[in-house]
């Protein structure tokens, strides 16, 4: 069964810029969260998609968006990109029943310039 | 601010001794997930321990969940080199949350040989 991927593995972008990632879950899976992983912060929730709904949000700000498509796939957009926004990006997905184990994608390394 | 505090965040060892990572709250949590993590890669699930007071045993690997589900344990024996990584423990609250997961800033071990 293949795991979580994320697409890009890495990312270079300019203050300003908005870049789009890209979570595939493990099949039949179809909840998927997106973490941010930062040295000083560590690993934080931003959003989580059920169903196509984002069933739940952590505190990050509105320039930080996702959406799911009917398949379970999942993307998210940072919109006027910041020199703070640079960190692993995280996707797992999990079962509706998964009592909270989430099974996680290598991350897409962002680098904002 | 951590809700999850790990101790200790670093630990360095000769192979062959034992080690133990404390994962503690003031929260109680329907879950604990047990991660570990090589650099520039998405967390590995361990473990999951659900019930009060459960301990899980994996290889030479022994998990424990406290009685009132605010407390996990980590416990390796006779580490090895390949035991080295970041160990991050997450508390998952009610079913509602199960995709939002809490994380420890984690316990850096490194075991030389």
């Known amino acids: 069964k293949a795991g979580v991927t994320q697409t890009p593995r890495y990312l270079i972008k300019t203050r300003g810029q908005q870049v789009t990632l890209s979570c595939s879950p493990i099949?039949?899976?179809?909840?998927v969260s997106w973490y941010q992983q930062t040295p000083g912060q560590g690993l934080q929730f931003l959003f989580e998609?059920?169903?196509?709904?984002?069933?739940n949000k952590g505190n990050f700000p509105g320039r930080f968006s996702g959406r799911q498509f009917s398949n379970s796939r999942s993307e998210m957009n940072v919109s006027t990109l910041e020199l703070g926004d640079s960190a692993l990006y995280l996707c797992?997905?999990?079962?509706?029943?998964?009592?909270?184990?989430?099974?996680f994608g290598a991350g897409t390394r962002l680098s904002v310039l | 601010t951590q809700l999850l505090e790990q101790s200790p965040q670093f630990l360095s060892i000769q192979e062959g001794e034992n080690l133990t990572v404390y994962c503690n709250s003031s929260?109680?949590?329907?879950?604990l997930q047990w991660y570990r993590q090589e650099p520039g890669e998405g967390p590995v699930l361990l473990v999951t321990?659900?019930?009060?007071?459960e301990v899980k045993k994996l290889k030479r690997l022994t998990f424990q969940f406290g009685d009132a589900r605010k407390d996990s344990s980590l416990h390796i024996t006779a580490a090895q080199p390949g035991d080295t990584g970041l160990y991050l423990c997450?508390?998952?609250?009610?079913?509602?949350?199960?995709?939002?997961?809490?994380f420890g800033a984690g316990t850096q071990v490194v075991v030389t040989p």
């Open positions: 997450a508390g998952a609250g009610t079913t509602d949350s199960w995709g939002k997961l809490q």
């Open positions: 797992a997905s999990s079962k509706v029943t998964s009592q909270g184990i989430q099974y």
């Open positions: 998609y059920f169903s196509e709904t984002q069933r």
């Open positions: 321990v659900v019930t009060g007071g």
């Open positions: 099949s039949g899976h179809r909840s």
């Open positions: 929260s109680v949590f329907s879950s």
